[in-house]
């Protein structure tokens, strides 16, 4: 089996554990941003380092109080940039910029009492769009306008969660990107590899607050 078919059968194994498993769930939601990497090659003799930014909701994760296994719904945009010139003098200016919607997998390790460790993979499917302008090193200057096409992914890794408030908490994650895309333009074809982002996470947790029983005998100031 391919390294790109094992991602979603890994994910299908998961879904039908956790469906089997769970029986109530603890949900939060969550806001993140970070720096993000991955390469450019628009030869096999010279490769381009892209650097930008990692946005990401998370509309929800739904964990089974049970078996600590979890599933999730991601909103998730790339976009990525560089220059650079190669061997021969000519410059390159790529533009990449990718908005999907993942479904994730994983299981929480919940540690002290306030720290979630979680392990994860995610499989998606959105928008990828790219742009490039060359500059030969004789000055010509070429730009390729963006073209835009529907691409599939995968990402795996982990979150680390700490429970700050009751609802409101914060997060890091380290996350791996599983994806090579070709670039094809014209006279100028390349990849991309997409490589990893580091984010910071804003948690907020739906878990129903208990309401405190009322003591009869307690007066409105708090006295007897």
């Given at each position: ?21 769970q ?6 939601s969550?806001?993140?941003?970070g ?133 409101l ?19 100028n ?36």
């Amino acid at each position: 089996m391919s390294t790109r078919l094992l991602l979603p059968a890994s994910l299908l194994l998961l879904v039908a554990f956790t469906a089997f498993a769970q029986q109530e769930d603890s949900t939060m939601s969550w806001l993140a941003t970070g720096p993000a990497t991955a390469t450019y090659a628009p030869d096999s003799n010279y490769v381009l380092s892209l650097t930008g930014t990692h946005s990401e909701i998370t509309l929800w994760q739904d964990r089974s109080v049970f078996t600590n296994f979890f599933d999730g719904l991601h909103l998730i945009s790339l976009d990525l940039s560089g220059e650079g010139t190669d061997g021969s003098g000519n410059l390159h200016a790529p533009k990449y910029s990718n908005l999907s919607l993942f479904y994730s997998l994983g299981y929480d390790w919940y540690l002290a009492s306030f720290a979630h460790v979680q392990p994860y993979v995610a499989y998606g499917i959105g928008t990828v769009a790219f742009s490039n302008t060359y500059t030969a090193s004789s000055g010509t200057i070429t730009p390729y306008e963006e073209k835009t096409e529907i691409a599939d992914w995968g990402i795996y890794g982990v979150n680390l969660i700490l429970e700050i408030t009751g609802k409101l908490w914060l997060g890091y994650a380290l996350n791996y990107y599983h994806e090579t895309q070709t670039i094809e333009f014209q006279d100028n074809d390349g990849s991309v590899e997409l490589g990893s982002s580091q984010t910071l996470m804003l948690v907020w947790n739906w878990e129903r607050v208990p309401i405190k029983s009322i003591d009869p005998k307690a007066s409105f100031w708090g006295g007897r």
